[in-house]
């Protein structure tokens, strides 16, 4: 098992948390705990890994952050 | 005339005299309007090296061709002069109402020359338009004096300066509309120079349309596509631009301690999640804009006052280390009441706690002012913003900004700046694209004149890779001129958030006639961004200037997700001014000019290589 802290922002915190470390089975991807968070993935529009934005097959190792926004801009 | 008014106002202060010249139509398309034919007017008429506060330096307010027509986000006007701050162009962008109902009055710009002898203010109603006595609001905040003014006038609105400008504070913004500002460059305090307060504006005239029934079916389609945009109609509107605050923070590019850090742990604690929590009365729009990015915002003691963008709790927070969202929401109040750019005023006193923390300003520099230097100071912030605004003790020298600050000490390369004007919120270090804007900027340190942001973090129009160079020189190029584009037609850059060239090219055509198309309407950015160049090329500002604080260079970031990184100016510029069409010493070549239809400015060429 691998230990991975999820933050989320935005309108993703409703009905959820704002930031919480989870337990997954090693290769798990970030497509697969979107879909744990009951989150559609086609909603997620910046996925951060260790703050890298990247494909959701990518695959988090143990203490790495998980960072999920849906479309945000500003300036 | 579709589109355009047909008339520019030239307002003499030192002879008290105002002309009415007709607007030359054929000028007036080529260089859009706005930001284009300001900068074309001040290239005409001000002569090289002027000094920003004297007779000769020319102030000009102007509107786009789309300022004030029925098309989203046209609440837009520009302020252009020589700046103070930087010796560069002066180009200074607000929303709002006041542009639209200017325009209203049957102009499209005001020229202001000489120097009034006393404190005036212009009145404009239509064709009515005099130079009155402003001395019994000279002094007043703007909340101040635009409540005297409205209780002298029915129906107007209001663009003044605020205390800042009239003590030429080298940030001092002008305001309209109580909390919207034309901020940066020090513009606020070129009015004040001038002694000209405000501009009081009431109008009853319609931007007269080239294809009525064509804008209103664009205008809609446009609407839509931003009302169904998950930023335009969904993440700005929920939560203001400071919803930037944790992503810019989760990619390791939040500036803190004055650049020293680029992430921190406590960014959630000014975010736009937390600010929509816990400070949020109600949010607010602009003239015409579905948008609605504007946030109005209660303060400690219950007062309810415009709220800070992005920007702003940046520049007062993370920078300053300060992670107090009343204090933060209580210096932006006073900045727009005051009449200072928040960015550099926040900026500015990150600088002033590195100095101090650093050993170059001592207790004895600020003890008879009751305040701190220290990081996380929340009472500072907000004391020093006063204090800067009133010229009062050692705010007489936080005022003139970062870049002076540092040099009096001897270590210019403290103030994270660019051509003396303070950088916005994100470490280039990280974004490598974003750093080519800061660099090359005609105006100075500055954001949004090319925001790279878009498309390195935020996926608009599409997401490239942050830390990659690759093509980010043309990518960066092509914003830039986009941005002179809107800002030139009158439209407000959020509108990207959703729109693209075509609908820009639909919007000017509908309301101006069949003019343009794509490629020779980004030609027309371009135009007005070489001119710009050539302005300050002819101020002797040259590639030397166009470069990044030797932090950025050299120094690789010391925590967060980008750790490691420097930014690459070096390999970015040159081919920046090869895609620019421009020589190895970032001077636009004969060819580029003609190309753009810029040969009589050839002569300033031979000006700009000695």
């Given amino acids: ?75 | 005339m579709s589109g355009y008014m047909g008339k520019i106002l030239r307002v003499n202060l030192t002879d008290r005299t105002v002309k009415v010249e007709p607007l030359d139509l054929k000028v007036a398309q080529k260089y859009l309007g706005s930001r284009g034919l300001g900068v074309k007017i001040m290239v005409d008429e001000v002569p090289a090296n002027v000094d920003p506060f004297s007779e000769e330096n020319k102030i000009i307010i102007a509107t786009g061709a789309l300022t004030g027509a029925p098309v989203p986000t046209s609440g837009r006007y520009m302020v252009i002069s020589k700046s103070p701050l930087t010796g560069t162009i002066a180009i200074a962008n607000s929303g709002g109402y006041w542009g639209p109902k200017f325009k209203a009055t049957g102009h499209d710009a005001i020229i202001f020359e000489g120097k009034a002898d006393k404190p005036v203010y212009l009145y404009i109603e239509d064709d009515k338009i005099e130079i009155r006595d402003a001395s019994h609001i000279w002094g007043k905040t703007v909340s101040e004096a635009t409540e005297i003014i409205k209780g002298d006038h029915e129906g107007v609105n209001v663009l003044s300066i605020g205390p800042a400008g009239e003590n030429l504070s080298l940030m001092a913004s002008i305001m309209n509309d109580l909390d919207r500002a034309a901020g940066r460059g020090g513009i606020g305090a070129v009015m004040g120079s001038k002694n000209l307060k405000a501009v009081v504006v009431r109008g009853s005239k319609k931007v007269s349309l080239f294809d009525e029934e064509r804008v209103k079916k664009v205008s809609s389609e446009k609407i839509r596509i931003l009302r169904e945009d998950p930023v335009a109609g969904g993440g700005l509107p929920s939560y203001g631009s400071a919803v930037l605050v944790n992503i810019i923070n989760e990619s390791g590019v939040l500036p803190v301690r004055n650049f020293q850090k680029s992430y921190t742990d406590n960014a959630d604690l000014i975010s736009g999640e937390t600010m929509t929590e816990k400070h949020l009365v109600k949010k607010q729009a602009c003239f015409r804009c579905p948008i609605a990015c504007g946030r109005v915002v209660k303060l400690a003691d219950g007062s309810v006052v415009g709220g800070p963008e992005y920007e702003t709790v940046w520049s007062y927070g993370a920078d300053c280390d300060v992670y107090d969202y009343d204090a933060i929401n209580e210096a932006n109040m006073l900045c727009n009441d005051y009449g200072l750019d928040t960015i550099s005023a926040g900026a500015t006193i990150a600088a002033a706690m590195e100095l101090y923390e650093k050993g170059y300003i001592k207790d004895e520099d600020i003890e008879k002012d009751g305040l701190s230097l220290n990081w996380g100071d929340a009472k500072a912030i907000v004391g020093w913003t006063k204090k800067m605004a009133l010229r009062e003790g050692f705010g007489d020298k936080l005022t003139d900004g970062s870049y002076r600050l540092a040099e009096s000490y001897g270590v210019p390369e403290l103030s994270m700046s660019v051509k003396k004007q303070e950088l916005p919120a994100y470490d280039p270090r990280g974004v490598q694209g974003h750093g080519i804007t800061y660099a090359v900027n005609n105006r100075g340190g500055c954001h949004i004149k090319g925001y790279m942001i878009s498309p390195e973090i935020l996926g608009y129009p599409e997401k490239l890779d942050r830390l990659s160079l690759e093509g980010k020189a043309a990518y960066a190029k092509v914003f830039h001129d986009l941005t002179a584009v809107i800002d030139s037609i009158g439209l407000c850059v959020f509108s990207t958030f959703g729109l693209g060239l075509p609908d820009y090219v639909d919007m000017y055509n509908a309301v101006c006639g069949d003019i343009y198309d794509d490629d020779s309407l980004l030609e027309a950015g371009e135009r007005v961004w070489n001119l710009e160049k050539l302005f300050n090329l002819r101020e002797g500002i040259d590639s030397s200037h166009d470069t990044l604080p030797k932090r950025l260079l050299e120094e690789p970031v010391v925590n967060g997700p980008t750790e490691g990184h420097i930014h690459h100016l070096d390999k970015l510029l040159p081919e920046y001014y090869e895609v620019r069409g421009w020589d190895e010493k970032g001077i636009p070549t004969e060819e580029t000019l003609e190309r753009l239809g810029l040969e009589e400015y050839k002569k300033y060429l031979g000006l700009a290589s000695k």
Avoid: C
Avoid at chain 1, 3 to 22: P, Q, S
Avoid at chain 1, 27 to 39: A, H, P, Q, R
Avoid at chain 1, 44 to 55: A, K, M, Q, R, T
């Fill in chain 1, 1 to 75: 098992m691998i230990k991975v802290e999820v933050r989320l922002f935005a309108y993703f915190r409703e009905g959820r948390w704002k930031k919480k470390t989870l337990e997954f089975e090693e290769g798990t991807t970030l497509s697969d705990i979107v879909k744990y968070l009951n989150i559609d993935e086609e909603e997620v529009s910046i996925l951060l890994l260790n703050g890298i934005d990247g494909p959701a097959s990518r695959e988090p190792k143990d203490g790495d952050i998980v960072s999920l926004f849906p479309p945000v801009g500003g300036g």
